[in-house]
C-alpha cells in the first residue's frame, strides 16, 4: 500500500490533475469579502413614548420590555437606555449561539416583545426590533440635488424631496434586482407628511383645538364602505366620493358655521402644505448638499467583484436617466478595499512561496526543490477545495490561514523527501526507498501533524465574535496541515523516487573516475550547500553536548528564559486599529441641541477639515450613526438631534495616529462647545470605548455623583481625550407648574392641559393621502413660528372644558393655569441585565494602548481616596472585558485538547519520559515567542496570543523528528553517543529547512509592516528558529539524561545474556 502510487503512474497524474481542478474551480467560485462574517448575535429594540421624560420611559416602557426577556436562557446581555420620549434595548446573545440557531431564539425574542406590547401605555409607540448585522455594507450610493436652490441653511424648495425620495426609491428597487443582493437599505430621507398649520389664535376663537381639527379631518374621509347593495343577482360595494386626494381637497373641509351662517374652513385657519417631518429624524450630507444615502449590502455567498460590476452597470443606467439636477454620488465602495486587501495577501503568499523555493533549493538542490514546490500548489488547492466544502469564503483571514500554513505544509514534504534521498543514495532501489519511508515516517509525521493540528484547535472551536473572526485562519491550517500529510505520504514520495532513481541510474552509468571528477560531484544546485569546516564545528558541539547534557539544557534554556522574565514588560492589547484611508468623526452636542444647529456646526467642520490637504471628502449623518462602511460598526445613535457621525476619506492610511491626533487637537480648539471624537476604525469585536468604567447601584443621584468622580479622574490622564457620561449630563426642559384649583375651575385635569399642549406643538395625525403606493398622514399643530420660543409656548391658550366661541374669545392663557419656568432632569437612565448602572466611557488619542492607561486610571482612582457605598458595584467593559472574554473563550477548549496531545505523543513514542521532553520543548517555545514579541517592540495582543498557541503545536514537531530518528536507530536508542551525534547529524538538513522554510513563510506578514500580522508572525517565526536549537541540541541532551536508567537497564541486560 505504501508503494501503490509509485507503482502506478497514472494514479498519481490523475490524482494530482483531480486536486488541480478541484482548486481551480473552488477559488473562482468561492465568495470574496474584506473580513470574516459574524452571527448576528445583537438586535435593538425601540420603542417610543411622546412627552415622557426619562424616570417615565424607564417605568412604562423599558421595564416591561425587559421583565419579558429575562427568563430567556440564550440571551447574554439586556442593555437599555431610557431617555426623554425613547427606549432603547440592546440585546445580545450568548457566544456559543451561532448563525444556524440565532433566527430562532430571535423569534422567541419577537414574541415576548409582541406580549410585552399590552403592558405599554397607550400612547406608546409598537416597539421596532432590528437585528444587528455585523457587516459593513457593500456600497453607498447618495442622489443629491445639484443645485444652487438646494442650500444647506433653508429647506429644500416645494416638491425637490418627493422628486428626490422617488428617484431612490426607484434605483432601490432597481439595485433590488441585481443578483446577490441582499438588502437596500435608505438613509437621509426623511418622512414626508400632510402638514395643516393652523393660527392659534383662530383655532381658539372657533372653540377648537389641533384634535378637533384631526378628527374633522378623519371623519371627511370617505376612503370607508358605505355598504353594499344586495339584490338577487347582482351584489354592488357602495362608497362615498370625497377621499383625501389633495391639498385642496383638505382646505375645503368645513369646520365650523359661524353666528352668521358662514363656513369656516380648514384652509380659511391654516396653511395646508405637503413637507417633510419638522425636526426630521436624521439628514445626510453629502458633498456640501443635502442628499439621500442607498446602502447596499450582499448575500454572504455572492462575489463581491461580481456583484459590484453588476450593481455599477444599473447605476450607471439609472445615472444616464436621472432628470436635471440630481446628481448621483459614490460615497463608498467596498470592492476596491476587497481587492486591495486580497491582492496585497496573495502577492504576499506568493512573496512566501518563492523564499520558501529559494529556501530549499539553497539547502537541498534543484530536485528537492522540485519536488516540494510541487507539493506547495497541490497543498493549496486542497486547502481551496476545504473551503468550499466548509464554506469558508475568500477573505483576509482564510488567505493569512494560507499564508501562516505556507512554512509548515511542506514539512512533512521536506521530511520526505530527505529520507527517500538518503535510502536512494544509499543504493537501495526506488521501490524499498519509498516503501520503508512511507512506513518509518507515517507514525511519527501523523503524530507531530495531530499535534499541530491540536495547537490549533482552539482557535478553531473558540465561540463568538472574536472565534469566528480569526477562526477560519485556523481551520485553513490545519486542513493545510493534513493536506501535507496525505501529499507526502502518497504523491512526494513517488516524485522523489521516480527523480532519485533516474539520478542514480545516470551516476551508475559513469565511471568512477568520472563520478569523482566529473560534473557528478557535490553540488550546492544539484545536492544542497555544504560547508566542511562549519560541519566540524557543529560536530565537535554535538560531541560536548552528548558527552555533558547539563551543558546543552543551559544552551536549550537560555534564550526561554531571557524571554519569559522580559514577557512582563510587554503591554497588553486585544485587536489593534486598522490601517485603512478612512477614519470615523462623532460630533456631540448637549442633549437640548436642535438638528439644525447640529447640522450648522457639521457643516462648518467639514469645510474646514476640507481646507486640509490630506482630506479628500466629508459626508456627514446627523441625528444618527452612519451607516456601517466597516464591519464593526454599531450604529448604536439614532433619534438624537445632537449627534452626527462622519466619514472622512482620506489621501492614504499613512501615519494615521499622527495625522489623527493633529485632526483631534484642532478640532478641539475650534469646536470647544461639543464633544469631538476622530477615530481611527477598529478590528475585532467592536465596543463603544477604549476604556468603559460601569457602576452599579439603585440611586440615580448617588450613581451621577459617583459618575462625576470617575469621569474627574479620567479627565485628568493626558492619553485620554474625552470622558462621556450619559447619566451625568443633565436634559433641560421647561416645566409647567399647573396650579390645579384654577385647572379644575376652568374643567381641565393635568392630562387636559398636557394633550392640548402637546397636539398644538407636535401635532395630532388624523386621515390620510394616497399618492400612487405613498401614503402620507396629515399632521395637524400650529405653525413653527408659534413653537420657536419660550414667549410663544407662554402665548398658548388652553381651551376650557365647556366653553362657547358663540359668546367671544374662550380661550385662557396658560399663564393663568400655571408658571413656566426653566429646570433639568435626567437625560439617560441605562440599565445592565435591568440593573441600574452609570458608565463613564474614556477615549484616547490614536496609538495609545489602553490597557496601561486603565492600570494608571485604577492607580489614580485609589490614590483619589475613592470607595463606593454599600450596595454599587464597580466594572469594566470596553476593550479589556472583550479581550478577557475572548481569551476565556479561547481557553476554553484547551485543557482536553492538551489532553488529546498528550496522549497522542504517548502513543507516538510509548514513553511518559519523551512525551514530557516535547511538552517541555513546547513550554519553551512559548518563551521564545514573547521574547521575539519583546525585541520586535510589539503588545502581547490577541494575535499574538494566537500566534503562542500556534507555536506550540508548530515548534515541537522538528523535536518529534529527532525524536523519532533516534528511536529508530538501535545503537542511538541504547544510548549510544556516536550514533546519536550521527542520527542528529543526519536529520539537521531538513529539521533546518522545516525552520528556515516556516520563517520565510513568515516574512512577507512579516516586513509587511502595519500592527494587525506581525505581532502573531513575529511570535511564531521567532519561537521556531529558537525550536530549532532546542530540536538539535537540548533534545539529545534531555534524552540522555531521560533515558539513562534505560540504558543501565539494556547494559546489565545485554551482559547477563
Known amino acids: 500500500m505504501s508503494t501503490l502510487f509509485l507503482r502506478n503512474p497514472r494514479l498519481t497524474l490523475l490524482t494530482i490533475g483531480l486536486i488541480t481542478v478541484a482548486g481551480l474551480s473552488s477559488y473562482l467560485v468561492l465568495p470574496r469579502m474584506e473580513d470574516p462574517l459574524l452571527t448576528e448575535r445583537a438586535a435593538f429594540i425601540f420603542t417610543s413614548l411622546p412627552g415622557a421624560d426619562a424616570d417615565q420611559v424607564e417605568s412604562l416602557v423599558t421595564d416591561p420590555i425587559e421583565d419579558e426577556l429575562r427568563d430567556i436562557a440564550e440571551i447574554k446581555e439586556v442593555r437599555s437606555s431610557s431617555r426623554s420620549s425613547f427606549s432603547t434595548i440592546t440585546v445580545e446573545l450568548r457566544d456559543e449561539v451561532y448563525s444556524d440557531a440565532a433566527p430562532a431564539i430571535w423569534s422567541r425574542i419577537r414574541d415576548r416583545i409582541a406580549d410585552a406590547e399590552a403592558e405599554l401605555p397607550e400612547n406608546a409607540s409598537k416597539p421596532r426590533f432590528e437585528r444587528i448585522e455585523v457587516t459593513a455594507y457593500t456600497r453607498l450610493i447618495a442622489l443629491a440635488w445639484d443645485d444652487a436652490e438646494a442650500q444647506l441653511d433653508s429647506p429644500l424648495p416645494p416638491g425637490m424631496h418627493a422628486i428626490l425620495r422617488r428617484q431612490a426609491e426607484d434605483l432601490r428597487e432597481r439595485l433590488l434586482g441585481v443578483p446577490g443582493t441582499k438588502d437596500v437599505d435608505i438613509f437621509g430621507a426623511p418622512d414626508e407628511e400632510i402638514t395643516v398649520a393652523a393660527d392659534p389664535q383662530k383655532l381658539t376663537s372657533l372653540g377648537l383645538t389641533a384634535l378637533d381639527i384631526s378628527r374633522l379631518i378623519t371623519a371627511s374621509d370617505s376612503r370607508f364602505s358605505a355598504g353594499f347593495l344586495r339584490g338577487s343577482d347582482t351584489d354592488l360595494l357602495i362608497e362615498l366620493t370625497g377621499e383625501l386626494d389633495s391639498l385642496e381637497r383638505i382646505s375645503a373641509i368645513p369646520i365650523r358655521t359661524t353666528t352668521t351662517g358662514q363656513l369656516v374652513t380648514v384652509g380659511d385657519i391654516a396653511e395646508v402644505r405637503r413637507d417633510v417631518v419638522n425636526p426630521p429624524t436624521d439628514l445626510a450630507i453629502v458633498d456640501g448638499k443635502r442628499a439621500i444615502v442607498l446602502a447596499c449590502l450582499i448575500r454572504p455567498s455572492q462575489r463581491i467583484d461580481w456583484w459590484s460590476s453588476a450593481s455599477e452597470a444599473v447605476t450607471t443606467e439609472f445615472e444616464r436617466e436621472l432628470p436635471r439636477g440630481i446628481r448621483m454620488i459614490e460615497v463608498f465602495s467596498q470592492d476596491g478595499y476587497v481587492t486591495e486587501r486580497l491582492t496585497d495577501l496573495l502577492r504576499n503568499l506568493m512573496i512566501g512561496a518563492v523564499s520558501v523555493m ?239 444647529e447640529t ?72 469646536f470647544p462647545q461639543a464633544r469631538v471624537l476622530v477615530r481611527q476604525l477598529e478590528q475585532g469585536p467592536p465596543f463603544e470605548a477604549p476604556i468603559e468604567v460601569q457602576v452599579f447601584g439603585p440611586n440615580l443621584d448617588r450613581l451621577r455623583d459617583i459618575s462625576d468622580e470617575i469621569n474627574g479622574v479620567l479627565a485628568s490622564i493626558p492619553e485620554v481625550t474625552h470622558v462621556r457620561a450619559e447619566t451625568s449630563e443633565p436634559q433641560p426642559r421647561l416645566t409647567v407648574n399647573v396650579d390645579e384649583e384654577e385647572a379644575r375651575l376652568a374643567g381641565l385635569t393635568h392630562q ?43 402665548g398658548l391658550d388652553v381651551l376650557p372644558a365647556r366653553s362657547d366661541y358663540s359668546t367671544g374669545y374662550a380661550g385662557i392663557p396658560l399663564t393663568s393655569l400655571g408658571t413656566i419656568e426653566l429646570s433639568s432632569t435626567q437625560a439617560a437612565i441605562t440599565h445592565e441585565d435591568r440593573r441600574r448602572m452609570t458608565e463613564v466611557q474614556a477615549f484616547l488619542k490614536a496609538g495609545e494602548l489602553p490597557a496601561p492607561i486603565q492600570i494608571e486610571f485604577q492607580r489614580r482612582l485609589k490614590e483619589s481616596g475613592f470607595t463606593l457605598p454599600p450596595g454599587y458595584e464597580l466594572e469594566f467593559g470596553g476593550e479589556s472585558a472583550q479581550r478577557d472574554n475572548a481569551i476565556g473563550n479561547l481557553m476554553a477548549s484547551v485543557g482536553v485538547l492538551a489532553v488529546m ?154 551482559a547477563a545474556a
Open 358 to 596: 529559494l529556501v530549499i533549493l539553497f539547502l537541498m538542490g534543484w530536485r528537492s526543490a522540485l519536488i516540494v514546490g510541487a507539493a506547495l500548489p497541490l497543498s493549496a488547492f486542497m486547502v481551496l477545495t476545504g473551503m468550499r466544502l466548509l464554506h469558508i469564503p475568500v477573505h483576509q483571514m482564510s488567505v493569512t490561514g494560507l499564508i501562516i500554513a505556507l512554512g509548515l505544509l511542506i514539512d512533512n514534504a521536506i521530511v520526505v523527501v530527505d529520507e527517500v534521498g538518503q535510502k536512494l543514495r544509499a543504493g537501495e532501489s526506488a521501490l524499498d526507498a519509498v516503501g520503508r519511508t512511507v512506513h518509518h515516517l507515517a507514525v511519527p509525521l501523523f503524530g507531530s501533524t495531530f499535534t499541530t493540528a491540536l495547537a490549533f484547535a482552539p482557535i478553531a472551536l473558540m465561540p463568538g465574535p472574536a472565534g469566528e473572526f480569526v477562526g477560519a485562519i485556523a481551520v485553513n491550517v490545519i486542513v493545510a496541515i493534513f493536506s501535507s500529510l496525505l501529499l507526502a505520504m502518497t504523491v512526494v514520495p513517488t516524485l522523489t523516487g521516480f527523480l532519485g532513481a533516474q539520478r542514480t541510474a545516470a551516476v551508475e552509468s559513469l565511471s568512477p573516475q568520472h563520478v569523482a571528477d566529473g560534473p557528478h560531484r557535490t553540488s550546492w544546485f544539484r545536492d544542497g550547500w555544504r560547508n566542511a569546516w562549519l560541519g566540524r564545528r557543529y560536530e565537535s558541539l554535538l560531541r560536548l553536548v552528548t558527552t555533558r547534557p547539563v551543558v546543552g539544557i543551559l544552551i536549550g534554556i537560555a534564550l526561554p528564559t531571557v524571554g519569559f522574565i522580559q514577557a512582563r514588560l510587554l503591554p497588553e492589547q486585544f485587536f489593534p486599529p486598522a490601517d485603512r484611508d478612512q477614519i470615523a468623526i462623532e460630533l456631540d452636542f448637549s442633549t437640548q441641541t436642535s438638528l439644525a
Open 901 to 1054: 496531545m498528550v496522549a497522542a505523543l504517548v502513543l507516538s513514542f510509548g514513553s511518559f519520559r519523551l512525551a514530557a521532553l516535547v511538552g517541555v520543548v513546547a513550554f519553551l517555545a512559548v518563551g521564545l515567542g514573547l521574547g521575539a514579541l519583546w525585541v520586535f517592540g510589539f503588545p502581547f495582543g490577541f494575535m499574538a496570543i494566537i500566534g503562542t498557541m500556534g507555536l506550540v503545536g508548530v515548534a515541537i514537531n522538528d523535536s518529534i523528528v529527532v525524536l523519532a530518528a533516534i528511536r529508530g536507530d538501535e545503537a542511538a536508542r541504547n544510548g549510544d553517543l556516536a550514533a546519536i551525534r550521527a542520527v542528529v547529524i543526519r536529520a539537521t538538513r531538513h529539521v533546518v529547512a522545516t525552520s528556515l522554510t516556516t520563517i520565510a513563510g513568515f516574512l512577507p506578514l512579516i516586513l509587511g509592516g502595519g500592527g494587525f500580522w506581525p505581532p502573531m508572525a513575529v511570535t511564531i517565526a521567532g519561537g521556531v528558529g529558537g525550536a530549532t536549537v532546542l530540536a538539535l541540541i537540548f533534545v539529545p541532551a534531555c534524552y540522555l539524561i531521560a533515558m539513562k536508567r534505560s540504558f543501565e537497564c539494556s547494559t546489565v541486560t545485554a
Open 752 to 794: 387636559d392641559v398636557a394633550t392640548q399642549m402637546y397636539t398644538s406643538l407636535e401635532g395630532a395625525v388624523g386621515g390620510l393621502v394616497l399618492e400612487g403606493t405613498e401614503v402620507l398622514p396629515v399632521r395637524v399643530r400650529v405653525g413653527d413660528a408659534n413653537r420657536s420660543s419660550v414667549d410663544n409656548i407662554e
Open 599 to 670: 447640522l450648522n456646526q457639521a457643516t462648518r467642520m467639514r469645510n474646514i477639515l476640507l481646507q486640509r490637504d490630506d482630506v479628500q471628502d466629508v459626508t456627514w449623518w446627523i441625528g444618527r450613526s452612519a451607516p456601517p462602511f466597516y464591519y464593526n460598526q454599531i450604529p448604536s445613535r439614532r433619534g438624537q438631534s445632537q449627534y452626527a457621525q462622519a466619514l472622512v476619506k482620506l489621501d492614504s492610511a499613512a501615519d494615521l495616529p499622527n495625522r489623527i491626533n493633529n485632526m483631534q487637537r484642532d478640532m478641539d480648539a475650534l
